[in-house]
């Protein structure tokens, strides 16, 4: 009984792991054919280590307004070059959704999801 409530919950967190995945996947995809680019404003950065591992993932939180006006922020994992070039308070180039405004990554992803892809 116990192995199968322990393989139920491995199953779940593994299941959860890959829905999330395959959803920034295709809202990456979404991003690279229906992209706006826009400056946003850097509002936090943050430098994590899990907590079983001693790989280091930097985060930089940003906000940025849509065509309409409206405020969105959003949490990217980046590299550590770009983690450096920004500081908090301070300008990101940022590409959202036309479609879902509230989808959102910086540009330098997007330019790498779209070489990726072959397009522009």
Partial sequence: MEFLLTSAVLAAIV?????LAVRRGL??????EHGVETTGII???R?????????????LAYRYQDSEGASHEHTSVVT????NLHEQGGPITVVYSSKNPSVSAPKYLVDECRKALGKK
């Avoid at 809202?27 to 690279?32: D, N, V």
């Avoid at 430098?47 to 985060?59: D, F, N, Q």
């Avoid at 550590?80 to 983690?83: D, R, T, W």
């Fill in 43 to 45: 509002v936090s950065k």
């Fill in 80 to 83: 550590i070059e770009q983690y």
């Fill in 27 to 32: 809202q990456m995809r979404e991003i690279c």
């Fill in 47 to 59: 430098s994590v280590t899990g907590s079983k591992s001693s790989s280091r993932r930097w985060k």
């Fill in 15 to 19: 299941g959860g792991m890959i829905f």
